[in-house]
Structures are given as structure tokens and as C-alpha cells.
């Protein structure tokens, strides 16, 4: 059984200076680091957009949009807590400005209010604090166990406008819980200026002034910088700060976001929580210390791996977002967690999809011919989802390279469908093989608009969440390398988002050429969900995206074996060898 104390402990996240400082890691790190005693942990990111949620956002505005069981569209941090902490989140554990302003709204158009004036205190900051704390005590493991901790990610930089009503929510928030039951991390920026590289304080003690004068005060200072504190520096932070010496930590660059729970922990930032929050009040079962203790050497043998120097397999990611590779954040960390789970490093190379197309070689040849060279240099090729026109002949192209040459492949989402527009056009002979997203009227569509989807409104309207997906009875399927690498598994539980599909009319078609939909909906059957080619090192294409349910001790089954393929290792893996070398057993959670 978990924690006998029904008041669930709160740690909130805040940040100061600038933006983007890494409150999402720390606040992850921090849950992790709970969990290695025994505790149960959950989690709330707070954005301060006046967006619903994140599905309409651009992932060059805000980078990738996480995709949950329930099909909430969340922020990108939430993939860091079910990736770092193991837990199913909802689309409760991201709270907007939009969510709550609506249902306040909401409220006041049934007269829920009597005929009260409706004004941001208390009405909105109450609406905040019920919301966390509701979401705070909501089970997120498969035991059931309600939270002993919940992370709140507040996100911004105090001092938005956006952000006041959420900092004076958790200044009320704190008396309401009680002063043992709610801790304040503040992460702040140390910058490294000048030419003997001096480290300044004085951002983080104006930060710390300003969240002071809104009412809150820091219980730890986590300071990001470039390199460790310098003599003096945890000792000046403390005295202008007003907090002790020992909740001040130098979160400085390291190896790895891996190491950063280590390094949070090294500086003894479980003693810090134990003593501001009385952890140790909390009961906890022998099995679920010995659980954490599991979980901790686990974490800390996968952190070693990822500062070894280990054996490089190169990735071409060939994407339309590529120069800002958050908006592919899970992609990344699913091919990290499948190449230290094999004892490999994966390096990455970012291939902007419309470089590879005959238009950018007249137009900008050096970008054409420098594209072309990374495809020929990598030992896999994976084409990610994407929206919009840009780039798609560029992706039917390296679906086309890593065809005729053998390069292992993993296509998820329009992967899949520029898979099947290059087999058709190529294989199959149907020249003018197109999307319907991309031509609307065109003479061929083997990728069509689903007919459920709502087509005027564009957020949550795509098929989204977890969906079963039933791998076939065909002699092929029922040997395929993708179904063994799920574990011979009869049907999988996926995450979707998507408004076009493969179109059934042509499957046929497509399949008597070799080209393989071994997995379709478990619903209906006429909904292709993993493609895969016959007499190919490893082709294979998704219409979900496994990446959003990768685990750094427990990689996507895809990525695992695009990895494998491209260190040539699949084969052997298949028969059942240990291609870990020099540990004793594949790493799981």
C-alpha cells in the first residue's frame, strides 16, 4: 500500500531570468528522485497560453506536441514526466489559461455564481487551486495508488503578465495545504560573463526579489549555469536570497539530461525535501523501497552508458521542423532510449526534407548535394509525422533511397503514408499515387481523409489517444520483425493523431507487391496501422507515433528495431542473443 496520509505534498516549479531554463527537466528530476524512495509521484505542467491546449500550435512556435492516452494535445514537459516517471497522464495534468478561464466562463453562464461579480481573485485563482488539487490526487499508475507527491511545473518566467494569476493561486495554494505539505523549487539562471568567465548572481537575486514581492518564497534555488558554482557563489545566493546554503544547487551542464537527477541527488536534494516536507512521515512498504532502490540503480547504470563511449549508429531525420529539433522531442529520446538499451550511441543527422527534392538543386545546390550526402552516410533513415505540403517529395524520395538500397527505415504517421505514395508510384505503377492532403482532387489517392474527421474545426478533432492496433493472421504478419519485436504480442496499445489514413480500396493492390499492412485497427480492420516490406533489412512504417510511449529503461519497440537493423544487430536480437555485451540483462522498469 502506498502512503496512508490523505493530503497529498505539492513541490512547485517556478523560473526566473529567462525562459526555456530547463524547469521541465528539474521538475521531472525531482519526481524521479521521489520515486527512488518509494513514493508515488504525478505531475502538472501549467501553461499560461490562452490556448485550450497545444494542438493548434505550431512546433516551430512551441515545439513537439505530446500526445496523451485520452488524446489530450499537451505541452512537450509532460512527455518528460511520463517518460522520467513512469506514469499515464490526462490531459487534466495540463492546465491553460484557456481551460480555466472557460470553465469559469462556464460557470458564470449557468449562474453557478449568484449573481456575483466574477474577477480573477478569488474566482480565477480558486478555480486554479480546485483544479490541482483535484488532478493532484488522481491515481496515474496501473496499481491505483493515490499520489504521496505531485510536481507542479509552472510555466513562463515570474514577472509575465500571463503568469500573475497562477503565482497568486500558489500563494493562497500554500496556506490552503498547509506549510509541510507545499515546497517552492525556483529555477534561476547563474550567466558566465566576461573573459575570465565570471559567474553572476545578481539575476537570481533580482528573480527571487520579484517572486518575494508576489508573495512566495523559495524553499530551494536550483541555478543553472554553464559550469559549477565557483568559490563563493552558493554562499552569496544564500545570504541575498535568504535560503540556506543547502538549498542552493549548482545545476550545471553535464553529461547528459540523464545525470541530472544524479547530480541533484549528489548534492543531497533528497535530504532538502525529506526535512522541508517530512517525507519520512510518509509510510511506505518494504517492497516499495525496495522498488526504488531498483528503479535508482537502474537509472543510474543507463546514465553510465550514456557517458561511455560507445559504438556510433547514425539516424538521418528527415523532417520539415528541423531546425528546431524540440518539435521532434520524443522521436529523439525514443532513439536514444533504444541505442543505450543496445549498448550504442546514436548520432543524428537533421536532413530538411525539401533540401532532398529536385527544386532545392537548382535553387540552392550546395544544400541539395550536402542533404543528399547525409542520406548516403546514414545507417538508418526515419521520416517523422508532419502537417503542411513542404518537404513531402523529399520524404517520398528518402522513403524511396532507404527502399532500393536497403537502408533500415522507420516511417510513423506520414512516414507511413509517403511510404505508401513512393511504393505505389514506383513499385506499383500508379503514377500519379498522392494524398488527398496534398491534392485534393488527384487522379490516384492512396492516402485519403477519414470520414469521421471534422473538417472545419482544427483543435482535438483528429483520431487521437490510445487505440488498439490487431496484427493480422497472414503467414507474413504472424512473422514479421515488427511483431516479434513487440514480443509476439497479438494486439498493441499505440497513441494517434492524425486526420488521413491509408485508402482501403488500395490495399490489395499494394500488398500483392510485397508491401505488407501487417497491423490494422482493432475496431473496424480496415484501418492500416504498421506497414512492413517483404525481403528488407527493416521496413517499417507506423500510422501512430510510438514515441510518445518510450521509457528510457523500456524503448519503443520500432525504434528498437531501427536501431538494431542499423548497428546490424536485428537478426541476431530475433534469434534471442543478448546484444547488450557487458551487462547482465536488458534494461527494464
Same mark, same amino acid.
Given at each position: 500500500?502506498?502512503?496512508?496520509?490523505?493530503q497529498?505534498?505539492?513541490i512547485?516549479?517556478?523560473?526566473?531570468?529567462?525562459?526555456?531554463?530547463?524547469?521541465?527537466?528539474i521538475?521531472?528530476s525531482?519526481?524521479?528522485?521521489?520515486?527512488?524512495?518509494?513514493?508515488?509521484?504525478?505531475s502538472?505542467?501549467?501553461?499560461?497560453?490562452?490556448?485550450?491546449?497545444?494542438?493548434?500550435?505550431?512546433?516551430?512556435?512551441?515545439?513537439?506536441?505530446?500526445?496523451?492516452?485520452?488524446?489530450g494535445?499537451?505541452?512537450?514537459?509532460?512527455?518528460n514526466?511520463?517518460?522520467?516517471?513512469?506514469v499515464?497522464?490526462?490531459?487534466?495534468?495540463?492546465?491553460?489559461?484557456?481551460?480555466?478561464?472557460?470553465e469559469?466562463?462556464?460557470?458564470?453562464?449557468?449562474?453557478?455564481?449568484?449573481?456575483?461579480?466574477v474577477?480573477?481573485?478569488?474566482?480565477?485563482?480558486?478555480a486554479?487551486?480546485?483544479?490541482?488539487?483535484?488532478?493532484?490526487?488522481?491515481?496515474?499508475?496501473?496499481?491505483?495508488?493515490?499520489p504521496?507527491?505531485c510536481?507542479?511545473?509552472?510555466?513562463?518566467?515570474?514577472?509575465? @503578465?500571463?503568469?500573475?494569476?497562477?503565482?497568486?493561486?500558489m500563494?493562497?495554494?500554500?496556506?490552503?495545504?498547509?506549510?509541510?505539505?507545499?515546497?517552492? @523549487?525556483?529555477?534561476?539562471l547563474?550567466? *558566465?560573463?566576461g573573459?575570465?568567465?565570471?559567474?553572476?548572481?545578481k539575476?537570481?537575486?533580482?528573480?527571487?526579489r520579484?517572486?518575494?514581492?508576489?508573495?512566495?518564497?523559495?524553499?530551494?534555488?536550483?541555478c543553472?549555469?554553464?559550469i559549477?558554482?565557483?568559490?563563493?557563489?552558493?554562499?552569496?545566493?544564500s545570504?541575498?536570497?535568504?535560503?540556506?546554503?543547502?538549498?542552493?544547487?549548482?545545476?550545471?551542464?553535464?553529461?547528459?539530461?540523464?545525470?541530472?537527477?544524479?547530480?541533484?541527488?549528489?548534492?543531497?536534494?533528497?535530504?532538502?525535501?525529506?526535512?522541508? =516536507?517530512?517525507?519520512?512521515?510518509?509510510?511506505?512498504?518494504?517492497?516499495?523501497r525496495?522498488?526504488?532502490?531498483?528503479?535508482?540503480?537502474?537509472?543510474?547504470?543507463?546514465?553510465?552508458?550514456?557517458?561511455?563511449?560507445?559504438?556510433e549508429?547514425?539516424?538521418?531525420?528527415?523532417?520539415?521542423y528541423?531546425?528546431?529539433?524540440?518539435?521532434?522531442?520524443?522521436?529523439?529520446?525514443?532513439?536514444?532510449?533504444?541505442?543505450?538499451?543496445?549498448?550504442?550511441?546514436v548520432?543524428?543527422?537533421? *536532413?530538411e526534407a525539401?533540401?532532398?527534392?529536385?527544386?532545392?538543386?537548382?535553387?540552392?545546390?550546395?544544400?541539395?548535394h550536402?542533404?543528399?550526402?547525409?542520406?548516403?552516410?546514414?545507417d538508418?533513415?526515419?521520416?517523422?509525422?508532419?502537417?503542411?505540403?513542404?518537404?513531402?517529395e523529399?520524404?517520398?524520395?528518402?522513403?524511396?533511397?532507404?527502399?532500393?538500397?536497403?537502408i533500415?527505415?522507420?516511417?510513423?504517421?506520414?512516414?507511413?503514408?509517403?511510404?505508401?505514395?513512393e511504393?505505389?508510384?514506383n513499385?506499383?505503377?500508379?503514377?500519379?499515387?498522392?494524398?488527398?492532403?496534398f491534392?485534393?482532387?488527384?487522379?490516384?489517392? #492512396?492516402?485519403?481523409?477519414?470520414?469521421?474527421?471534422?473538417r472545419?474545426?482544427?483543435?482535438?478533432?483528429?483520431?487521437?489517444?490510445s487505440?488498439?492496433?490487431k496484427?493480422?493472421?497472414?503467414e507474413?504478419?504472424?512473422?514479421?520483425?515488427?511483431?516479434?519485436?513487440?514480443?509476439?504480442?497479438?494486439?498493441?496499445?499505440?497513441?494517434?493523431?492524425?486526420?488521413?489514413?491509408?485508402?482501403p480500396?488500395? #490495399?490489395?493492390e499494394?500488398?500483392?507487391?510485397?508491401?505488407h499492412?501487417?497491423g490494422?485497427?482493432?475496431?473496424?480492420g480496415?484501418?492500416?496501422?504498421?506497414l512492413?516490406?517483404a525481403?528488407?533489412?527493416?521496413?517499417?512504417?507506423?500510422?501512430?507515433?510510438?514515441?510518445? =510511449?518510450?521509457?528510457? =529503461?523500456?524503448?519503443?519497440?520500432?525504434?528498437?528495431g531501427?536501431?538494431?537493423?542499423?548497428?546490424?544487430?536485428?537478426?541476431?536480437?530475433?534469434?534471442?542473443?543478448?546484444?547488450?555485451?557487458?551487462?547482465?540483462?536488458?534494461?527494464?522498469?
Open positions: 500500500m502506498g502512503s496512508t496520509a490523505k497529498t505534498k505539492y512547485v516549479v517556478s523560473g526566473g531570468v529567462i525562459s526555456g531554463i530547463g524547469k521541465g527537466i521538475a521531472s525531482t519526481g524521479l528522485l521521489l520515486k527512488t524512495l518509494g513514493l508515488t509521484v504525478t502538472i505542467k501549467i501553461d499560461p497560453y490562452l490556448n485550450i491546449d497545444a494542438g493548434t500550435l505550431s512546433p516551430l512556435d512551441h515545439g513537439e506536441v505530446f500526445v496523451l492516452d485520452d488524446g494535445e499537451v505541452d512537450l514537459d509532460l512527455g514526466y511520463e517518460r522520467y516517471l513512469n499515464t497522464l490526462t490531459r487534466d495534468n495540463n492546465i491553460t489559461t484557456g481551460k480555466i478561464y472557460r469559469v466562463i462556464d460557470k458564470e453562464r449557468r449562474g453557478d455564481y449568484l449573481g456575483k461579480t474577477q480573477v481573485v478569488p474566482h480565477i485563482t480558486n486554479i487551486q480546485d483544479w490541482v488539487e483535484r488532478v493532484g490526487s488522481m491515481p496515474t499508475s496501473e496499481d491505483g495508488r493515490i504521496d507527491v510536481i507542479v511545473e509552472l510555466g513562463g518566467t515570474v514577472g509575465d @503578465i500571463e503568469s500573475a494569476p497562477f503565482i497568486e493561486a500563494r493562497q495554494f500554500q496556506f490552503r495545504v498547509g506549510h509541510d505539505n507545499f515546497c517552492l @523549487i525556483h529555477v534561476s547563474v550567466p *558566465v560573463v573573459a575570465v568567465g565570471e559567474q553572476k548572481t539575476p537570481t537575486q533580482a528573480s527571487v520579484d517572486l518575494r514581492g508576489l508573495g512566495l518564497s523559495p524553499d530551494i534555488l536550483a543553472r549555469s554553464a559549477p558554482f565557483a568559490d563563493g557563489i552558493r554562499e552569496k545566493l545570504m541575498f536570497c535568504q535560503v540556506s546554503p543547502k538549498q542552493v544547487f549548482s545545476v550545471h551542464d553535464c553529461e547528459s539530461l540523464y545525470h541530472v537527477p544524479i547530480l541533484l541527488q549528489q548534492q543531497g536534494i533528497i535530504d532538502v525535501l525529506n526535512e522541508r =516536507l517530512k517525507l519520512k512521515d510518509l509510510t511506505i512498504s518494504a517492497e516499495m525496495a522498488e526504488g532502490d531498483r528503479l535508482w540503480a537502474q537509472w543510474r547504470e543507463f546514465a553510465r552508458r550514456r557517458a561511455r563511449d560507445l559504438d549508429v547514425t539516424i538521418a531525420i528527415v523532417g520539415k528541423t531546425y528546431l529539433t524540440d518539435s521532434y522531442i520524443s522521436v529523439v529520446k525514443a532513439l536514444e532510449h533504444a541505442a543505450l538499451n543496445i549498448n550504442r550511441k548520432k543524428l543527422s537533421w *536532413v525539401s533540401d532532398l527534392e529536385e527544386a532545392s538543386k537548382n535553387k540552392d545546390p550546395l544544400k541539395y550536402e542533404a543528399w550526402q547525409q542520406m548516403c552516410a546514414a538508418g533513415i526515419l521520416v517523422p509525422g508532419g502537417f503542411g505540403e513542404r518537404g513531402v523529399g520524404k517520398v524520395l528518402a522513403a524511396k533511397w532507404a527502399r532500393e538500397h536497403n533500415p527505415y522507420l516511417g510513423i504517421c506520414l512516414g507511413l503514408q509517403v511510404a505508401v505514395i511504393f505505389a508510384r513499385v506499383c505503377g500508379i503514377a500519379n499515387a498522392h494524398s488527398t492532403e491534392r485534393e482532387n488527384c487522379d490516384e489517392p #492512396v492516402v485519403i481523409f477519414m470520414p469521421e474527421i471534422d472545419t474545426t482544427m483543435g482535438g478533432t483528429m483520431r487521437l489517444g487505440r488498439p492496433t496484427f493480422q493472421e497472414s507474413f504478419a504472424r512473422s514479421s520483425k515488427i511483431k516479434k519485436l513487440y514480443a509476439g504480442a497479438d494486439e498493441v496499445h499505440e497513441r494517434h493523431r492524425h486526420r488521413y489514413e491509408v485508402n480500396e488500395r #490495399v490489395k499494394l500488398e500483392a507487391k510485397g508491401l499492412f501487417v490494422r485497427d482493432a475496431e473496424t480496415e484501418r492500416m496501422e504498421i512492413e516490406l525481403n528488407h533489412p527493416y521496413y517499417v512504417a507506423a500510422q501512430y507515433h510510438p514515441e510518445y =510511449l518510450t521509457r528510457p =529503461l523500456n524503448p519503443s519497440p520500432p525504434f528498437l531501427l536501431l538494431l537493423a542499423a548497428s546490424g544487430q536485428l537478426d541476431a536480437y530475433l534469434a534471442g542473443d543478448d546484444v547488450t555485451h557487458d551487462v547482465d540483462t536488458k534494461l527494464k522498469m
